[in-house]
Structures are given as C-alpha cells and as structure tokens.
C-alpha cells in the first residue's frame, strides 16, 4: 500500500524508467517502419534523446539511493503492442506513415502527462534538483510531440492524395468498362 506521496513518486518514477527503456527498443523499429526520410530521421533523434532521458531518471534515482527497476509499465506496453500492429498492416506507405505518427503521439502524449505529474511531486516534496531534470525531458516530449504533427501535416496530405488517385484510377477503370460492355 502507498503509504506517501514521497512512495507514490519513486513508484511513478519506477514506472516511467521502464516506459523509456521500452521505448529505446521501439523507436528503432519505428524508423525502420517509416517510409518518410523526415519521419524515420525524427525516430532516430528521438532514440539519442530517449536514451539521454533514460540517464536523467538514473541520475534521479542516484540522488534518491533508490533502484530504477522493479516495475513494469503497462500502459507503454499496450501502446508499444498497438504500434505494433500498426507497423504490421499492409498499407500504401504514406498512409502507414500516417498510423505510425498516431501511434508515436500516443506515446508522446503518454509520457508528457507522466512527466508533468512527476514533475509536479518533485516541487511538492522539494527535490529541487530533479525539477529541472524532469522539466527538460517534459520539453522535450513536447517538441517531440509538435515535431510528429508538423510531419503529419505532410504526411496526412500525401494518403489523402494517393486515396485520390487511387480513386480517380477506379473510377476510370469502372467507366472504361461500362464503355467496353
């Protein structure tokens, strides 16, 4: 049973130590999945800087005498097993790239909310050496998180426009075939 706040923080960060270590594992496989030059070198930085994050955490868990590992994160595990799927389905290339970035914001967004709640224990308990810690790796979620978006914009306009040309074909195709009937 969490018996404090001071409980509930280690824990918490326990937890977000093994959504990032998952996530350096993942995010390789994202790249190779991507079709995009843009998105695949934007996992690939990811990867350096979820690695950096991974030694942030190991620097707090230092500071605290505590032990990073003994906990499972299982709302990464779901996301990572659905960006799984995601990256096994047979999609024209732009629109997997779509999936992709829907599956890493999930991730992004994931992880911003558990940085900023961890942040947020940190003030409360007066590890004022960990707030900055945990404010930089929220940042940098955020940019992240905007730097997918700006790529979808992209992305999402080049499904879209394959889906149109996809369709005009079939509607050119059912047309030559009414007229050769």
Known sequence: M????????????????????QMVKTLPKMAKAA???????????????????????????????????????????????EGAEVMKEDYEDSVKDAAIIGAAQRVEHYEIAAYGTLRTFAEILGEDEHVP????????????????????????????????????????SRMRTRRAA
Do not use: W
Not at 41 to 56: G, I, L, M
């Open 133 to 172: 810690l945990l404010e930089q790796t929220l940042n940098e979620e955020k940019e992240a998180d905007q730097k997918l978006t700006r790529i979808a914009e992209e992305v999402n306009a080049s499904a879209e426009e394959g889906e149109t040309t996809t369709s005009a074909r079939v509607e050119t």
């Open 2 to 21: 969490q018996e404090s706040l001071r409980e509930l923080y280690i824990n918490e960060l326990k937890d977000l130590y093994s959504a990032e270590t």
């Open 35 to 81: 079709s995009s030059n843009e998105l695949r070198q934007a996992f690939e930085e990811h990867v350096r800087q979820t690695s950096e994050q991974v030694s942030r955490l190991e620097q707090i868990f230092e500071q605290l005498d505590e032990k990073p590992t003994g906990k499972k994160c299982l709302g990464m595990e779901g996301l990572v097993k």
